[in-house]
Every structure is written in C-alpha cells, then in structure tokens.
C-alpha cells in the first residue's frame, strides 16, 4: 500500500465518522428545536441560542397546529 493510499484510506475513515457524529447530533438538535417549539418557545430564542437563523429553525421546527 503506498503512502497516498494509507493518508487517503485514513483521512476517508475519519471523515465517515465525522459525519456520523455530526448526523447524530444535527438530528438530536432538530428534535429539540420542535420539541421547544410545541411548549411555545419562539424560533427566533432558539436561533439566537443555537447561532442559527431564525427562518431556519422555523423551517425545522414550524409553529404547532391550532386545534
């Protein structure tokens, strides 16, 4: 196995469990983010909080139906 294949196989590793960590954790966030949202927390609190913008979360986590 040459050099380049050795750094290029590991460097490939370590990106896929990057991405699964970053995965996990942007689905737990978004879970949150519509958790807050039904008890009536305000996506533009949760974006300040979060460093997102305001539209974004509103997007992941849209206001509850009226019932």
């Known amino acids: 196995m040459s050099d380049a294949e050795t750094e290029i196989r590991a460097a490939a590793r370590k990106r896929e469990k990057s991405k699964a960590v970053f995965d996990r954790d942007d ?3 978004r879970e949150l983010f519509v958790k807050w949202r039904a008890q009536g927390v305000g996506p533009s609190d949760m ?3 979060s460093g ?3 539209e974004w979360v509103a997007k992941i ?3 509850p139906k009226k019932s």
Do not use: I
Request: glycine content about 0%; hydrophobic content about 60%.
């Open 27 to 29: 689905e737990a966030l």
């Open 61 to 63: 986590a849209p206001a």
């Open 47 to 49: 974006a300040r909080w």
């Open 52 to 54: 997102f913008t305001r």
